[in-house]
């Protein structure tokens, strides 16, 4: 459910809009009106006119009918390709494909769309969706990580080209859970690396999330199990400065008190398996 809202505010305004007038521009601080939208649906002819199917696909719309209200939009292009409506019903159809958890199409469709009209009033909001048809094709922390990769990629694209927008605002917060989710990646598996007793291997992951996710909430964990391995290799100096950089920038943390308490006296890691709060949320979330 979360994950659609912030679509479905753009899509409102668009709704009630007529070439010529603002779309998902508007959106920034505005709000749509539902009223005026259901009414041109309900008054109009859903003849072969651009009007017409325009007007189809929008009821199709409301009624979640996404299949439905793709094809109203897709043959507007193919029937009347020049008309006033045709540019608006590309970015509509993009829409109603991601609304069908089409990534690939809408996808394709947003490319077209920012190619052919680079300049056009919404082309921040066709941007910004083109971003969420990668986001949301994010797995698990367990799969492969290029989805992830290529949202983030296309995220900040967004932060880059409309940076005071409501889009941009909303795709840094996406750019954080995208890094978190590529630390998790890498936290498990150093963590089997460190079940199989493969240190060397297990070290490399945990430093590249010190050093690469510096402001997820996998750090504290990751400098934890370093200061594990250190100690199981005998490499004392090397876990005391690990635990003391742990200590300096988390010293509230139960990852901490951990590492304190194997430096103090071997004492078992308490939070050892527990997935960090940022891992718990993702969980939830998505």
């Known amino acids: 459910?979360?994950?659609?809202?912030?679509?479905?505010?753009?899509?409102?305004?668009?709704?009630?809009?007529?070439?010529?007038?603002?779309?998902?521009?508007?959106?920034?601080?505005?709000?749509?009106s539902l009223d005026a939208e259901r009414r041109v649906a309900a008054n109009a002819t859903y003849d072969n006119t651009p009007e017409g199917l325009y007007a189809a696909g929008v009821e199709a719309l409301q009624a979640r009918r996404f299949a439905p209200a793709a094809d109203y939009f897709d043959q507007i292009e193919r029937d009347h390709p020049y008309s006033t409506w045709a540019t608006n019903a590309k970015l509509m159809s993009a829409y109603a494909e991601y609304q069908r958890n089409r990534y690939t199409e809408a996808i394709g469709a947003l490319d077209r769309f920012i190619q052919l009209h680079p300049a056009h009033r919404d082309i921040a909001y066709a941007f910004y969706l083109r971003a969420l048809c990668y986001y949301e094709q994010i797995a698990d922390a367990q799969r492969d990580q290029r989805p992830t990769e290529q949202a983030m990629?296309?995220?900040?694209?967004?932060?880059?080209?409309?940076?005071?927008?409501?889009?941009?605002?909303?795709?840094?917060?996406?750019?954080?859970?995208?890094?978190?989710?590529?630390?998790?990646?890498?936290?498990?598996?150093?963590r089997?690396?460190?079940?199989?007793?493969?240190?060397?291997?297990?070290?490399?992951?945990?430093?590249?999330?010190?050093?690469?996710?510096?402001?997820?909430?996998?750090?504290?964990?990751?400098?934890?199990?370093?200061?594990?391995?250190?100690?199981?290799?005998?490499?004392?100096?090397?876990?005391?400065?690990?635990?003391?950089?742990?200590?300096?920038?988390?010293?509230?943390?139960?990852?901490?008190?951990?590492?304190?308490?194997?430096?103090?006296?071997g004492a078992p890691a308490s939070a050892q398996d527990r997935p960090g709060l940022m891992a718990r949320a993702w969980n939830w979330v998505f």
């Open 1 to 32: 459910m979360i994950r659609r809202v912030l679509p479905l505010l753009a899509l409102g305004l668009g709704l009630v809009a007529l070439p010529g007038c603002s779309w998902f521009s508007d959106w920034d601080g505005k709000q749509s």
């Open 153 to 190: 990629a296309a995220l900040q694209d967004v932060v880059n080209r409309f940076p005071d927008t409501a889009y941009a605002r909303d795709a840094r917060l996406k750019i954080d859970l995208a890094r978190d989710h590529l630390a998790g990646k890498e936290m498990n598996i150093g």
């Open 192 to 265: 089997f690396y460190q079940r199989q007793r493969l240190y060397a291997a297990a070290i490399g992951r945990f430093r590249r999330v010190v050093e690469d996710y510096q402001t997820t909430n996998h750090v504290p964990e990751a400098l934890h199990r370093l200061t594990e391995i250190y100690l199981t290799l005998g490499l004392t100096e090397e876990a005391k400065k690990t635990a003391s950089v742990l200590g300096h920038n988390f010293p509230g943390s139960s990852w901490y008190q951990d590492s304190y308490a194997l430096l103090v006296d």
